[in-house]
């Protein structure tokens, strides 16, 4: 090691500023250079923050902090690092491929525990055993409640720690002491850290042809980078090929990471991972409390948890042993973060499977035009699934052209009739309507005036179980009889809904179908935890005939009664604007056809609409989602919009109308002098919905056929950025990979 010059540390340091900062080490500090991933505390400004040194070395450079002096470090809080070395390039990647702020990054890594500069938890805590009446209660002389024989099989399956309780309900706690009490599991002392993950080989059913071809394409190439997208219909059996390669994987002692959309996780997917893999299974998700969510970490990072199943943030977990990244409905919007350090999860995990030289699976029934195309460029591997497993067939999927039909609150005779048809045959029906409320249009009878929110350019949605009128975009609300200060004739009596939504559609069938039972499964109707469970559990033991639902029921569910699927609003996908519109639509729309039918009887899906010769339909009567995206792509590439092309979006927002365009004007027109004109700027623009929260937004589109002439024309960008005073004015934020350009 070089002697001489400065040592200087550099640091990604928690704070919103886009740049690393340089310290000198603490005065009298030993001289061994600190290994990266260690948090240390230092001043910056007149404050003092944590961050993460990101390097420590010996330099006679001018040093990237310029002129001014550097500061020491205040204190290093840790003797090891707590970010590993994997992680630590995986990060550092992220902030180059996404220009953002180091610190935000960082901390995407960091428990909030660790982020505020308190040490990893010990984990080596008191934990209980299997005996063997434990095991003679499971095998069936015990009546069992459900918390209580999903305890005991984990207990067959290894050690129950408390650790390993913490991501479930809270009702687990007393099953542990109950089982204790009557003797089905005693404490162990010093229970080794790191377990031998049981397998319970049993539930494993064997894969069937199209499967066994697809497991043993991605088996054979374990241990070095590929990315597989199994394109598989839904039921298919995709999730069965991710257990039968999770238990390769583990049984080989590595880890395993399987990231599942927002809404993705349910009760479900985990039951089936939990019911083979036991306490070896590891959860992470967004409603976990900050305290379980670090021991997830912690229990990651000691390799104790060898399959863990998480949404979006769990890319970014420890897991030393990982050997297999797979990515669940890798189409889905969910995986991409809509504020602050704006990542795709999908794209982070090829990434940290590329550099860790592993495989990563991408699976949906749906992929993401982005995925087919890497598919056509060679560089993905494409393995399809045609066919449901398990026997049971695909829907067939009819449009019905709506033109000039009586609607009974928004269903269509035909439609109506299918659904009696079910009934009668003791037969389930879902209609899905992606509009929440009563009516999302409230206008007065008297003047025309329509209800509008005051900080947003948007209507307001009536809502009458709450009596409410509410925006859906902010959270303002008012009583049903509130009166506005835009409303020309103040009449409030003469208060009318247009339009029909979730909430005024479970009214209507209930009308129109007196016979039935009805559900309604919506974020309204769906409020308290363990309503969507119950719900499910209605829906499996047949109490609901009838069910109503948004996107909450499109995903990952398995109603095996649900013969018959409704459309109800087949237009509202192929009006919106953006690019991705059409795509969304298809994706929507398969997705909830995938619920029906999963049964022994077949089902059908009708889709009500008014544009039945739209392209569109002629792929989703076919079911020919290849055809659909081929179609996209060329489009696309006529557009030059991605995947074609690489595309980021600067946006700026203000309580003025003026000052983000114009901060965007003047970026633009700088950098329209300044860079090559193979970058194609775009805008500015007002965004789609201009004003929002009472703040007026703007966009300016960046694109380019070549990745990296993109971002080195980002770079500038945010150099003009830093020399423009408006930028101070005005709030803004780079959207790399950006998902809408509204
Ligand atoms: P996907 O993840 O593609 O939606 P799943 O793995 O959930 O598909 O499988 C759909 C249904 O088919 C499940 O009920 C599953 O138990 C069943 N299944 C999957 N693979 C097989 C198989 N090889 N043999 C019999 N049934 C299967
Ligand atoms: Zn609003």
Redesign the pocket.
């Known amino acids: 090691m070089r002697e001489h010059g400065t040592r200087t540390l550099r640091v990604a340091v928690f704070s919103p500023l886009r740049s690393f900062f340089d310290y000198l080490p603490t005065p009298g500090a030993s001289s061994t250079p600190l290994t990266p991933g260690c948090r240390i505390r230092v001043p910056l400004g007149r404050s003092e923050r944590l961050g993460v040194v990101i390097s420590d070395t010996w330099s006679d450079d001018t040093l990237a902090t310029g002129e001014r002096e550097l500061k020491p470090v205040l204190e290093v809080l840790d003797a090891s690092p707590v970010i590993d070395a994997s992680l630590m390039a995986l990060a550092l990647w992220a902030v180059q491929y996404y220009h953002c702020p180091p610190g935000e990054v960082f901390e995407a890594l960091l428990p909030a525990e660790l982020r505020r500069g308190e040490s990893p938890r010990q984990t080596r805590e008191p934990a209980w055993q299997l005996t063997p009446s434990g095991a003679a209660a499971l095998s069936g002389s015990e009546r069992l409640g459900p918390r209580q024989r999903e305890l005991l099989q984990r207990a067959q399956t290894g050690v129950i720690t408390r650790l390993s309780l913490t991501e479930l309900p809270s009702s687990a706690a007393r099953a542990l002491r109950e089982a204790q009490r009557r003797g089905w599991l005693a404490p162990v002392e010093d229970a080794p850290l790191q377990l031998a993950p049981a397998v319970n080989d049993a539930r494993f ?4 042809a199209a ?2 071809e697809a497991f043993m394409s991605i088996r054979s190439r374990l241990g070095a980078f590929g990315v597989h997208l ?1 394109h ?12 039968h390669l999770a238990r390769d994987v583990i049984t080989k002692g590595g880890q395993v990471l399987v990231l599942v959309p927002e809404i993705g996780l349910t009760e ?2 985990v039951q ?1 991972f939990s019911e083979r893999f036991g306490a070896a299974v590891g959860l992470v998700h967004s409603e976990l409390s900050e305290r379980a969510r670090a021991l997830v970490w912690q229990r990651c990072r000691e390799g104790e948890i060898r399959i863990l199943l998480g949404t979006r943030s769990a890319v970014w977990m420890p897991l030393p042993r990982l050997q297999l990244v797979v990515v ?1 409905e890798e189409h889905d919007p969910s995986f991409k973060q809509q504020e602050g350090f704006r990542y795709s999860a999908r794209d982070v995990a090829v990434m940290r499977a590329r550099r860790l030289d592993i495989p990563v699976v991408l ?1 949906s ?1 749906t992929p993401s035009l982005e995925s087919l195309a890497n598919c056509e460029r060679g560089k993905y591997a494409y393995l399809p ?1 045609a066919e ?5 067939s695909l829907p067939g999927i009819r449009v019905l052209d709506i033109r000039g039909m009586t609607l009974t609150s928004g269903i269509s005779d035909p439609l109506r009739r299918a659904i009696l048809e079910r009934a009668e045959r003791g037969e389930q029906s879902l209609l899905f309507l992606n509009r929440r409320g009563y009516a999302p249009v409230v206008l007065c009878h008297t003047c025309g005036w329509i209800a509008g929110c005051p900080r947003c350019d948007a209507r307001l949605v009536l809502h009458l179980e709450q009596d409410r009128l509410r925006c859906h975009h902010c959270g303002f609300e008012r009583r049903r009889d509130a009166s506005f200060p835009d409303h020309p004739c103040g009449r409030l009596e003469a208060y009318a809904g247009v339009g029909v939504g979730t909430e005024q559609l479970e009214g209507a069938l209930g009308e129109l179908f007196p016979g039935l039972r009805t559900l309604r499964i919506d974020r309204d109707a769906m409020r308290h935890k363990g309503d969507l469970e119950r719900a499910f559990t209605r829906i499996r033991q047949r109490e609901v005939d009838l069910l109503i639902g948004t996107q909450m029921i499109a995903k ?1 569910h ?1 109603f ?1 009664h649900v013969t018959l699927v409704g459309i109800v609003d087949g237009d509202s996908g192929l009006l919106a604007r953006d690019f991705r519109a059409e795509e969304r639509f298809m994706q929507t729309i398969l997705q909830v056809a ?1 619920r029906a039918g ?1 049964g022994a009887q077949p089902g059908e899906v009708l889709i009500q609409s008014h544009h039945p010769e739209h392209p569109v339909f002629t792929f989703l009567r076919h079911a020919d989602y290849r055809g659909f995206a081929t179609r996209a792509l060329a489009e696309r590439a006529e557009a030059e919009m991605p995947p074609h092309t690489a595309l980021a979006m600067l946006r700026a927002e203000a309580p003025k109308r003026e000052p983000p365009q114009e901060f965007l004007r003047q970026l633009a027109e700088g950098l329209r002098r300044e860079l090559p004109p193979s970058v194609f700027i775009g805008g500015p623009v007002p965004a789609l919905m201009e004003r929002k929260v009472g703040r007026y937004r703007a966009n300016l589109l960046l694109s380019c056929l070549d990745r990296g002439v993109l971002a080195a024309a980002l770079e500038t960008a945010l150099t003009r950025i830093r020399e423009l005073p408006l930028a101070r004015r005005v709030r803004w934020h780079l959207d790399v990979d950006a998902q809408e350009t509204g």
Do not use: F, H, P
């Open positions: 059913m064997a894969l069937n499967q066994d199994l598989g219909v839904t039921g298919s059996g995709k999730t069965e090929i991710y257990l479900q997917i089936r669940d699976g029934a699934l449901r497993a398990g026997g049971a990952g398995d095996a995938g999963r």
